[in-house]
């Protein structure tokens, strides 16, 4: 199993940046694929970015030049760097991991982004 914690969400203003952390309870050199989902309201969940094991990244077209995904192996955590954020950004985001065929989520993390 895997246990997922994120943080750093919270509320800024348009243009600004945020750094969300998704802190693993394994390795995640382990995990097939981590990434981000997000989901705002009255929307479905949909894809925000992804990273393999190898380091591979995968990012919706909607985020593309503006956000980044990390991992830091050494302490099992998966970064989001949120750069230049607008108001269709706001939403709550989900850290996931796919770890042998099953997909686990982090309880999820507020995101805010104020005109």
């Known amino acids: 199993q895997v246990q997922l914690v994120e943080s750093g969400g919270g509320l800024v203003q348009a243009g600004g940046s945020l750094r969300l952390s998704c802190a693993a309870s394994?390795?995640?050199?382990?995990?097939?694929?981590v990434g981000w989902y997000r989901q705002a309201p009255g929307k479905q969940r949909e894809l925000v970015a992804t990273?393999?094991?190898?380091?591979?990244?995968n990012y919706a077209d909607s985020v593309k030049g503006r956000f980044t995904i990390s991992r830091d192996n050494a302490n099992n955590t998966v970064y989001l760097q949120m750069n230049s954020l607008n108001f269709e950004d706001t939403a709550v985001y989900y850290c996931y991991a796919n770890y042998i065929l099953r997909v686990y989520w982090g309880q999820g993390t507020q995101v805010t982004v104020s005109s």
């Open positions: 394994r390795s995640i050199i382990d995990i097939n694929y």
């Open positions: 990273i393999s094991s190898v380091g591979s990244t």
